[in-house]
């Protein structure tokens, strides 16, 4: 079967993070994709990416600066890595040239240019995915196969913390402005689709958000992998944030949980991460995502559970062949890879997902919808604290609560 013909469409810190993540499928010899095309209006970005790729494939391929030079190539799918405020325009334009596509998280700046991206994928014959990474680790699996198992009875409660950062610049600059894809909006986007994954659907949420820190520094640290070091030597040293960078909020469930949520970017002191569910046996406290840390299970007048004994709950947790073979196994409890591994270890699982979708024409395990409601499920908290309300998810998919996303979508052209 021929490979399919592939370009990146990106080529900065999340451009070469997916190649990594390509090239690890590609030595698992489960790549099913042929990168023959780098895009990037910055020709230094490509020429870098390209050049890596030749390494991990023995093939350069070609470097060009616009989807109108794609063409040329005969690409049948892109992977869209630039800043979250081209998604939307990219991905309609790839679409209705009748390309594939998967494009990163956010899958689009605002609920608004999700259903833009939504319509033109609905409208066309072309596969759809978004690569949200945290729900492909295995102990994220595993964590579901538990919920699903009904180990700890019936679900009841979420609590989700996650506090630190203080006055620190978050990767990159654009990460803390409003109008680029403000840090509740980054990482939250993660977190939305996490707790979706596992517990199902958010129908409602209220919510106080908060600037708390206006100047942040850039100390350089090189962010996931290390990958970004290069670009944060060329970034200001102090600058003043314009996107909100903590969110508290309760959450009402579809199934009836109640989720209590602080993400807070500019923690200082003690830093917290925290992951835990109760239910009417038991509760379950999970690891931070992608570390390889175990689950945690507790019932009532039992000893906790935190081996490979937690494995008894779930007998037909499976892991699915590609994730398996990436990992080591198909019962995985732990895992004990450095980080740079694990990253692209489950940017390779998103690859083979997407590569599936477009072989099957099947759905993509992140399809266009379940993309625009994380994305409505952070812009929720941060609708709530501007309107001093709750918000339904209903009027988020709907922009009937849009407040405070009309000043993004005016920057946008979307008005």
Known sequence: MSK?????????????????????????????????????PVSENAESLAQQAKEHFGEHPAVVSDLGELAALGIESVDITTTPKHHHTIAIEALQRGWHVMVEKPMGLTIRA?????????????????????RRDPINRLARALLQAEAIGTPRLLLHNSIGGGDHMLISVWRHQKNSSGILVDVGAHYADMMEYLLGEVVSVYAQSRLYERIRKNLVTGGPAGIYTRWQREMPAEFEATAEDAAYATLLFKNGVVGQYIEDHAGHGQGLWQRMIFGSTGSLELPGDRSG????????????????????????????????????????????????????????????????????KSVPEVDAYQGTHAVALSYAMLESGTLGRLVTMDEMMSEQADTYQREINESLGLE
């Open 4 to 40: 399919i013909r592939l370009a990146i469409v990106g080529c900065g810190g999340m451009g070469h993070r997916h190649l990594a993540g390509l090239a690890e499928l590609h030595r698992a010899g489960l790549n099913r994709f042929q990168l023959v095309g780098v895009c990037d």
């Open 293 to 360: 840390g175990s689950i945690i299970l507790k019932l009532d007048g039992a000893e906790p559970v935190g081996d490979e004994h937690i494995l008894d709950f779930v007998s037909d947790f499976r892991l699915d062949s590609v994730t398996a073979a990436l990992f080591g196994g198909e019962r995985l409890w732990c895992y004990d890879f450095s980080f740079p591994e694990t990253d692209r270890k489950i940017i390779a699982i998103e690859y083979a997902d997407f590569a599936t979708a477009i072989r099957h």
């Open 114 to 134: 999700c259903n833009l991206v939504r319509q033109a994928a609905e409208q066309s014959d072309c596969i759809l995915s978004v690569a949200e990474n945290y």
